[in-house]
């Protein structure tokens, strides 16, 4: 497995066989449809052999003393039957393989998606996602790419040619065959040379290509922000350096495509005219007839015009196995945070939380938190306060497992949460995030992903506790509305309440509030808060605020400053300790009395 880094998905190293080896057991349920197919190939390549043949005797029985209806009818209908079964063997070929190759397509992103979904918080963090996309589309067509031109160019031109050597050796001068061998020798030696040469310059051109996509997705996704700075013309000429290296990259790539194409043609044509020259001279020395010539002739259009496509056959299954070669590797990449072989999915009874002596870091040079020790026992809340880059918000990733603690152990009910299943611990946890980022669905869809076989009634009960109720009521399309990619089309405030809603639909033991109201007004807040208290009462609930007003009535207040709880106590005592707490509030309190002597000039008109 890869573990994976900045640059994770550069090419990984893996040889064409490797690749080949990697993708080789999703055919394996497929062995009787592939052998079945491949007899028809060659059927159909027996078929196509046998038209020149058949042309051949046809010729013959064509000489001055006979009329055209002196040929026998049989050879006739040999012709025409031959031709027919040249397309229908090929027919019957794509209809058997068809199957083959759109379940192992699927079967491959299936995993690959699994995959991505298993892939730590840390790697998605990293990732840059219209490049991630691009060489997964890459990827998806590179396996039919490489099933379709392997199975269906290469091994029917092998057959054809091996059937034509046959033909030639059996019934004409051993020149014919060297000519067909050494002109065989020759294209396959040019096409692969410059097509090695120029698998350079195609990686080029698909690196330029993701890097160009990759621009454009993330200056996409944050349109309002290019917008609020005017930097329009900044993204332009950003998006178009990434383009020009794409262009020259791909002016070089068809240059030297050409370069490949002439190369063969000439080969080519060569051989046919000396295959011509030795024909005729056959037919003027009286070896030969002049079916003979139009057999050789017949054969060499049939041999030639498959292998001049097998110049870019090559090539494509060359950038195919590189383009699978970039899934595999993101499919092969090492999943950070695994279950461990004997996990076991989490009980929860009471849904107390204990963390013991946490500490962590994503980075040795960088603590993030130190010796963190607490619990929230069953049914009770506790809140987390302090500066921005305390490390508030890691407690829950810590506690979701999308990270592993550096040294120490959470664990919930006695079971450390590394020994049990991830979809188990999370099943059990709810959260309400800070960035409430919807998919690009209607509201129904975004409130039920809390728990998608939720019925309607359900889906409005808990619209109706996170105060959603009546901003739904006032829209045309009401819960059939689209909220937009990433539900940009609702207010910070709405779509927190949408994660609150879902979030009570889940139905967890366990709740977490990661500044829950911080996008809220003041009297949504309150109304939010009250509904956040009355569910707090009947499970575990871990609040991290910025607000200090909001968590007043919790069990336990933890401070933490430079990853550590340097105070810890309820509201009440917290204040008459005059620490950072108090500090905290005061200037809050403060904040709150401008922010309402504003708020009431602005209406008194002064």
């Known amino acids: 497995m890869k573990i994976f880094s900045e640059s994770h998905l550069a090419p990984s190293g893996y040889s064409n066989a490797q690749v080949?080896?990697?993708?080789?057991?999703?055919?394996?349920?497929?062995?009787?449809?592939?052998?079945?197919?491949?007899?028809?190939?060659?059927?159909?390549?027996?078929?196509?052999?046998?038209?020149?043949?058949?042309?051949?005797?046809?010729?013959?029985?064509?000489?001055?003393?006979?009329?055209?209806?002196?040929?026998?009818?049989?050879?006739?209908?040999?012709?025409g039957v031959l031709r027919l079964s040249t397309t229908l063997f090929t027919e019957l070929r794509e209809i058997l393989f068809v199957k083959v190759t759109q379940r192992a397509t699927r079967a491959v992103m299936l995993q690959v998606f699994r995959h991505l979904h298993e892939m730590s918080l840390r790697f998605h963090l990293q990732r840059q996602t219209g490049r991630l996309t691009r060489d997964i589309e890459r990827g998806q067509r590179g396996i039919t790419t490489l099933i379709d031109f392997t199975l269906f160019s290469i091994l029917p031109t092998i057959v054809e040619v091996t059937l034509v050597l046959a033909v030639l050796i059996h019934g004409y001068d051993w020149t014919f065959a060297v000519i067909t061998v050494g002109a065989l020798a020759a294209y396959l030696a040019y096409t692969i040379l410059v097509t090695e040469w120029r698998t350079y310059m195609r990686r080029r051109m698909n690196e330029f290509d993701s890097q160009a996509s990759a621009r454009a997705t993330d200056s996409l996704l944050n349109y309002e922000t290019v917008k609020y700075f005017s930097n329009e013309r900044w993204e332009e000429k950003h998006y178009d350096e990434s383009l020009m290296l794409w262009e020259r990259a791909a002016i070089r790539n068809q240059t030297s495509l050409s370069v490949l194409n002439l190369g063969q043609s000439a080969i080519i044509a060569v051989a046919v005219t000396l295959m011509m020259w030795r024909a005729t001279v056959g037919v003027v020395d009286g070896v030969m007839t002049i079916g003979d010539l139009v057999l050789v002739n017949a054969l060499m259009i049939q041999l030639y015009i498959p292998l001049n496509l097998l110049g870019m056959v090559y090539r494509e299954i060359r950038q195919s196995l590189t383009d699978m070669e970039r899934l595999f590797t993101i499919n092969e990449m090492e999943v950070e945070i695994a279950d461990a072989p004997e996990a076991l999915a989490l009980q929860v009874d009471r849904g107390e939380i204990r963390f013991e002596k946490v500490s962590f870091h994503y980075e040795a040079s960088r603590s993030i938190l130190e010796n963190i020790s607490f619990s929230v026992g069953a049914g009770k809340t506790v809140a987390v306060v302090g500066p921005s880059g305390a490390g508030k918000s890691t407690l829950s990733r810590l506690l979701f497992r999308f990270y592993d603690v550096t040294e120490g152990a959470i664990s919930i009910d006695g079971q450390d949460i590394r020994s049990v299943t991830q979809r188990s611990l999370r099943a059990a946890i709810g959260i309400v995030p800070q960035d409430t980022v919807l998919f690009n669905q209607t509201l129904e869809y975004n409130i039920a992903y809390g728990r998608t076989s939720a019925m309607r009634e359900e889906i409005e009960a808990v619209a109706r506790m996170a105060q959603l109720d009546d901003f739904i009521a006032r829209l045309p399309e009401g819960y059939a509305t689209q909220v937009g990619e990433r539900g940009l089309k609702l207010s910070g405030g709405e779509k927190q309440r949408v994660a609150i809603a879902r979030t009570l639909l889940k139905r967890p033991q366990i709740l977490i509030f990661d500044e829950a109201t911080s996008s809220l007004d003041s009297r949504s807040e309150k109304q939010i808060q009250a509904a956040i208290r009355d569910i707090a009462r009947e499970h575990t609930t871990l609040i991290i605020a910025h607000r200090l007003s909001t968590i007043v009535d919790a069990d336990e207040i933890l401070v933490l400053e430079h990853g550590r709880i340097v105070e810890r106590g309820q509201h009440a005592s917290l204040l008459a300790r005059e620490g950072l707490y108090a500090r905290m509030w005061r200037l809050q309190q403060a904040e709150q009395q401008q922010t309402e002597w504003e708020a009431e000039t602005l209406r008194s008109g002064y």
């Open 20 to 79: 080949i080896g990697l993708f080789l057991p999703y055919l394996k349920p497929y062995v009787a449809r592939i052998a079945l197919a491949l007899t028809c190939l060659l059927l159909a390549k027996f078929a196509n052999v046998g038209v020149p043949l058949v042309m051949k005797q046809i010729v013959d029985g064509l000489d001055a003393s006979q009329a055209p209806l002196a040929v026998p009818l049989a050879l006739l209908v040999a012709y």
